[in-house]
């Protein structure tokens, strides 16, 4: 119970329009902090103008290791939030050196819906990916659903969803 309080008490620090709650907020999340902040730590990181806090925001997301994080992060992706903090999420995947393997179904789907930027970034978190053998099968369904969409669609994206259909094909063969 006291844990939900001290998360709650964080929330509403990072919540605050107030700076000196941002900060000392922040100051707790790293220790005290777990995954059901991160929406919290995205927005306080869009609406801020204080840069200082901007790059406390992004030093804890680019920072995670918690695979609780990575499940929130992926989620948030398919939230209505803006570009910007989606690409915030995006790159806290990427940054956080998280192996996204599993998540290639909605990583697959919000390149192609999302932005050539965004596209970019879901690449390169792929690439970064390890897939083993018993992601055979996620990989060769995601091929399928990819070739299926570019040959039945015209996409801003082309250039960046061709390379990441070469980047699984490459992971399969190493897999």
């Known amino acids: 119970m ?33 995954a ?4 919290d730590l995205i927005n306080l990181w869009a609406d801020t103008d ?15 290791k918690e695979k609780a994080a990575l499940d929130g992060l992926i989620s948030y ?26 998540h290639l179904t909605p990583l697959l789907e919000f390149a192609i819906h ?3 930027t965004n596209a970019i ?23 399928r659903r990819l070739n299926d969409y570019l040959l039945k669609n015209k996409s801003d994206n082309l250039q960046v969803l061709l390379e990441i259909k070469s980047i699984l094909i490459d992971k399969k063969i190493e897999g």
């Open 2 to 34: 006291a844990a939900r309080k001290e998360i709650q008490e964080i929330r509403s620090g990072l919540q605050s329009s107030e700076d000196v709650l941002n900060v000392k907020a922040l100051s707790k999340v790293r220790t005290k902090g777990d």
């Open 77 to 102: 992706l398919d939230t209505d939030s803006s570009e910007e903090k989606k690409w915030l999420a995006l790159n806290a995947i990427w940054q956080s050196g998280f192996n996204a393997s599993e």
């Open 50 to 64: 204080n840069q200082k806090t901007k790059k406390e925001v992004e030093s804890i997301l680019f920072g995670l």
């Open 121 to 143: 970034d879901v690449m390169t978190i792929i690439d970064n990916s390890e897939f083993t053998d018993a992601d055979e099968k996620l990989v060769d369904s995601n091929l």
């Open 36 to 39: 059901s902040l991160l929406p």
């Open 114 to 116: 999302n932005s050539y």
